[in-house]
């Protein structure tokens, strides 16, 4: 039986992804970061990587919690004409609109 050459590359890739994970601790010669100037303390590598309240806020999936019928509600009335449409803008009457319109060219 022979295998394709791609699946010994991928076996070595999976088996490389596979490492020990450790604590993380700073590179040697170097330190953590610089204090922030309004921090009290120097924060930790833990509360470094830990993102903000606000870059992550908490998701409520369940927004009701329980069905119910809406109220009436006393302003959703119809329309004061029973519904049609109008007939047309307020302010023109179809008579007084002129057939061809005038265009000035730009710059004049």
Known sequence: MKFP?????????LVGGCGRQV????????????KP??????PTF???????????PTRI???VTRSRPRPADPFDLPPPTGGAAP???AASDPGTVPAT????????
């Open 61 to 63: 999936d369940e927004l």
């Open 5 to 13: 050459p791609i699946l010994p590359i991928a076996a070595v890739i």
């Open 87 to 89: 007939l047309g803008p």
């Open 37 to 42: 100037q309004l921090a009290r303390a120097t």
């Open 23 to 34: 604590g993380l601790e700073p590179a040697p010669g170097h330190g953590l970061p610089m």
């Open 46 to 56: 833990d509360e470094l990587l830990t993102p903000p309240t606000q870059a992550r």
């Open 101 to 108: 319109s005038t265009t000035v060219p730009p710059g004049e």
